[in-house]
T-cell receptor, first 112, second 111 residues
Framework: QQQVKQSPQSLIVQKGGISIINCAYE??????FPWYQQFPGKGPALLIA?????SEKKEGRFTISFNKSAKQFSLHIMDSQPGDSATYFC???????????FGSGTKLNVKP | ETGVTQSPTHLIKTRGQQVTLRCSSQ?????VSWYQQALGQGPQFIFQ???????GRGNFPPRFSGLQFPNYSSELNVNALELDDSALYLC??????????FGPGTRLTVL
């Protein structure tokens, strides 16, 4: 059973635009929802994470919106830049154990 | 402070062979997790080691095994390699907290 579904598979955004990536999960026991950024040839790097006690978390240009009742969360990248071009993964899991289920990834291409 | 390092970078093996991949944790980290990332997919959790003991396992067969050493470095061993084992193998270290720091991975190709 797929624990988390991520969409879209790929995304093209103009420089300065807003990039939005969505994830939906199944298991309501999960209470930690990180987003990772991965550049070619590199391992994933933690971008931002949220717990279900808040509906939104913002760090710089990156915002997570969380809808507990719908079991969905999304990543918004404001003022997208060409340097943001990478593959983004959402993940879900228990807060007290680093066993994460990753989404299938979204390849973001920000056009200059 | 050095980050997570993995060796080798690339590896080519044939079906039925055995392989050992190595990971050096970030300084001070006592927990190592291993993930398999197939091409175009997200990482899949293989297992985790905490203070030299296996501390959770994903849906991988017993031919995937691991070790963690007193200095918290780790090995992933895969026996009886199959074509589907071709993937990027990532290790991630943490200090018991949520933030995992990933290494660059080892690209394994099984022919």
């Amino acid at each position: 059973q797929q624990q988390v579904k991520q969409s879209p598979q790929s995304l093209i955004v103009q420089k300065g635009g807003i990039s939005i990536i969505n994830c939906a999960y199944e298991n309501t026991a999960f209470d930690y929802f990180p987003w990772y950024q991965q550049f070619p040839g590199k391992g994933p790097a933690l971008l931002i994470a949220i717990r279900p006690d808040v509906s939104e978390k913002k760090e710089g240009r990156f915002t997570i919106s969380f809808n507990k009742s719908a079991k969905q969360f999304s990543l918004h990248i404001m003022d997208s830049q060409p340097g943001d071009s990478a593959t983004y993964f959402c993940a879900v899991g228990p807060y007290n154990f680093n066993k994460f289920y990753f989404g299938s990834g979204t390849k973001l291409n920000v056009k200059p | 402070e050095t980050g997570v390092t993995q060796s080798p970078t690339h590896l080519i093996k044939t079906r039925g062979q055995q392989v050992t991949l190595r990971c050096s944790s970030q300084s001070g980290h006592n927990t190592v997790s291993w993930y398999q990332q197939a091409l175009g997919q997200g990482p899949q959790f293989i297992f985790q080691y905490y203070r030299e003991e296996e501390n959770g396992r994903g849906n991988f067969p017993p031919r995937f095994s691991g070790l963690q050493f007193p200095n918290y470095s780790s090995e992933l061993n895969v026996n009886a390699l199959e074509l589907d084992d071709s993937a990027l193998y990532l290790c991630a270290s943490s200090l018991g907290g949520r933030e995992q720091f990933f290494g660059p991975g080892t690209r394994l190709t099984v022919l």
